[in-house]
């Protein structure tokens, strides 16, 4: 079973940036994905972003494209994902995944 722990969340004004990381227990093989889903109150879990090093092939929901920017450290065991530009729509739990695993999930809150 793959462990994944989150961090890296917060509270920030509209406009600003945050930097979650996630790091596994074990390597995630580089043709397999990692990324991120987010869920709002209220809302169903939406994938935010993935990345598979293998082909470096990475995917953002149109909602975010420009403004976040999805990267991964296989020799960390790792996966950040840098957010900049953040509005208050980007309220939500953010989860990491890999191979069918979440993490527990971390919480961003944007709001003046």
């Known amino acids: 079973q793959v462990q994944l722990v989150e961090s890296g969340g917060g509270l920030v004004q509209p406009g600003g940036s945050l930097r979650l990381s996630c790091v596994a227990s074990e390597i995630v093989p580089a043709f397999k994905p990692m990324g991120w889903y987010r869920q709002a109150p209220g809302e169903q879990r939406e994938l935010v972003a993935l990345?598979?090093?293998?082909?470096?092939?990475?995917y953002y929901t149109d909602s975010v494209k420009g403004r976040f920017t999805i990267s991964r450290d296989n020799a960390k065991k790792s996966v950040y994902l840098q957010m900049n530009n953040l509005k208050p729509e980007d309220t939500a739990v953010y989860y990491c995944?890999?191979?069918?695993?979440w993490g527990q999930g971390t919480q961003v809150t944007v709001s003046s």
């Open positions: 990345t598979r090093a293998g082909d470096r092939i990475d």
């Open positions: 995944f890999a191979m069918g695993y």
